[in-house]
């Protein structure tokens, strides 16, 4: 792992040099180009206009559709602040067990990058595209669009005119920076059905993974894709197993020596447990098992949450070991990454931080109760207070 951060950090090093580079030979400033450390970006008018005849025939529903996001905005901002003020309590009293409440989202190296560039690509396009149509439907206008690289993150932007936003009505402010997080939130949820109608989840438990260890007792004896049917221990009744919670229940009772009946398959495997590399007293095989999410636990909107939070760590939604598709897998996969970065990210741009759009609506909800002046020392204050959750809720990724 270590040496493909140090390949990706090289190859970042030469594409900025290469940057840099060429814009000492080529002036690329004079070609729409803004060039500063760690950011490449290209304003242009072209889309404008297309920005503009879309706003202007949908007014009426694209200001319903910011006076939605402003709704749904303002309650999952509290619901994120909570969140992450909770998982810092639970960090500081369980850092032990406490996962990271905040995760870097960087394609090759903590997300698949084919699949991470264009899902990324997907949530900066959609977000700006939306804040362009709510602003240009209040009549405020786009100085330009453009898109752009953010050290290894590629992204689209529109610029509107900051002095003209400033001037526009709270409610109108308000509209024009929820739109971006609302669209991202409702692309995830069209990605997501999309998804349950594509894939049927077959029913059992299957062999995700087996340790690249020789001496763990899974290593020449288990392959991936494998069905696991049953497990008993120490010749006592066999555990029917249903789902991958079914297995590690198991798994807590046994202790190293004792041997394990596995119906895999047609087959018959006994193992013979040996000592965790993390605890000497538990048993172990060097076997990560997996079963299908059933269509209906999507209903659940915390289940999701978590669903998303444990796919951005790694853990597959849909598998094609215990799914079936009628879509080919790679798009399945891309899919997935839509999905979960437009929801995360559009959930996290919510919070009330400045320069977050969160931040901004909450300061716009302020000025409907204090000074513009008053209002912004409050949001500052509050983003400073955020930023501090943030990062302690990075600490279980990097421990």
Not at 6 to 22: N, Q
Not at 30 to 49: A, E, Q
């Amino acid at each position: 792992m270590l040496e493909w951060i140090l390949v990706g950090i090289a190859l970042l090093l030469l594409f900025w040099d290469i940057v840099g580079l060429m814009n000492r030979w080529f002036h690329l400033e004079k070609h729409g180009f803004t060039i500063s450390p760690g950011v490449l970006m290209w304003r242009t008018k072209r889309g404008l206009n297309f920005i503009d005849k879309t706003a202007k025939s949908n007014k009426r529903w694209l200001r319903i559709f910011g006076t939605a996001a402003v709704i749904v905005g303002f309650a999952f901002m509290v619901f994120m602040l909570v969140n992450i003020v909770l998982n810092v309590a639970f960090i500081i009293t369980r850092p032990e067990v406490a996962p990271a409440g905040v995760r870097l989202v960087i394609p090759g190296l903590t997300i698949p990058l084919w699949e991470g560039l264009l899902a990324m690509f997907s949530v900066l396009l959609v977000h700006e595209f939306s804040h362009g149509l709510v602003l240009r439907s209040h009549d405020l206008p786009i100085k330009s669009a453009g898109v752009m690289m953010f050290v290894a993150i590629p992204g689209a932007f529109v610029e509107p005119d900051e002095k003209r936003l400033k001037k526009a009505p709270i409610m109108q402010r308000l509209r024009v920076y929820g739109a971006g997080s609302f669209a991202n939130i409702l692309l995830a949820l069209f990605c997501l059905l999309i998804l349950l109608v594509a894939v049927a989840p077959r029913p059992g438990v299957y062999v995700w993974g087996v340790s690249d260890n020789v001496d763990a007792p899974a290593h020449d004896n288990l392959r991936p894709g494998m069905r696991l049917y049953s497990v008993s221990i120490n010749d006592n009744a066999a555990t029917i197993l249903s789902g991958w919670q079914d297995f590690y229940n198991i798994m807590d009772n046994v202790r190293p020596g004792d041997n394990l009946t596995i119906v895999v398959n047609d087959n018959t495997i006994t193992l013979t447990a040996a000592a965790s590399p993390e605890n000497e007293n538990r048993g172990y095989l060097g076997v990560s098992p997996i079963s299908a999410i059933s269509r209906s636990s999507f209903i659940n909107p915390l289940f999701t949450l978590a669903a998303i939070s444990y796919g951005i760590m790694g853990y597959p939604l849909f598998h094609p070991y215990c799914d079936d598709s009628f879509l080919p897998w790679s798009i399945i996969s891309l899919l997935t990454w839509m999905f979960m970065l437009n929801f995360a990210i559009g959930l996290f741009n919510l919070l009330p931080a400045i320069p977050l759009d969160g931040g901004y609506i909450f300061r716009g909800l302020l000025e409907k109760k204090v000074k513009r002046k008053t209002a912004e020392q409050l949001s500052y204050a509050l983003a400073l207070f955020v930023l501090t959750l943030i990062i302690i809720n990075l600490f279980p990724m990097v421990w």
